[in-house]
């Protein structure tokens, strides 16, 4: 079993910045990749920001250049630096861990922009 917890989410300003943590637990030595997803409303769960096993990391066009995905090894946490906020942006972000038994979803958390 795998947990994962986000944290972070909140209301900000256009413009404004939000870092968003996601904790993992339990089985997590085949840990292969840890994403960032958000879903707007009515809209589907799409990755947003990734970062493998290795360290490689990959973000949609959208959010390149104000995002930044980082984890913390000793702290089984991932991150995500988000700038410049935009309106778009405004979603319940999810974490997610790709371990051998599958991907393990976090509850959300609501990130809301206004402009």
């Known amino acids: 079993q795998v947990q994962v917890v986000e944290s972070g989410g909140g209301l900000v300003q256009a413009g404004g910045s939000l870092r968003l943590s996601c904790a993992y637990s339990?089985?997590?030595?085949?840990?292969?990749?840890m994403g960032w997803y958000r879903q707007g409303p009515g809209n589907q769960r799409d990755l947003v920001a990734g970062?493998?096993?290795?360290?490689?990391?990959s973000y949609t066009d959208s959010v390149k250049g104000r995002f930044t995905i980082s984890r913390e090894n000793a702290k089984n946490t991932v991150y995500l630096q988000m700038n410049n906020l935009k309106p778009e942006d405004t979603a319940v972000f999810y974490c997610?861990?790709?371990?051998?038994?599958?991907?393990?979803w976090g509850q959300g958390t609501q990130v809301t922009v206004s402009s």
């Open positions: 997610a861990v790709n371990t051998r038994t599958g991907r393990h």
């Open positions: 339990g089985s997590i030595f085949s840990i292969n990749f």
């Open positions: 970062i493998t096993r290795g360290g490689i990391t």
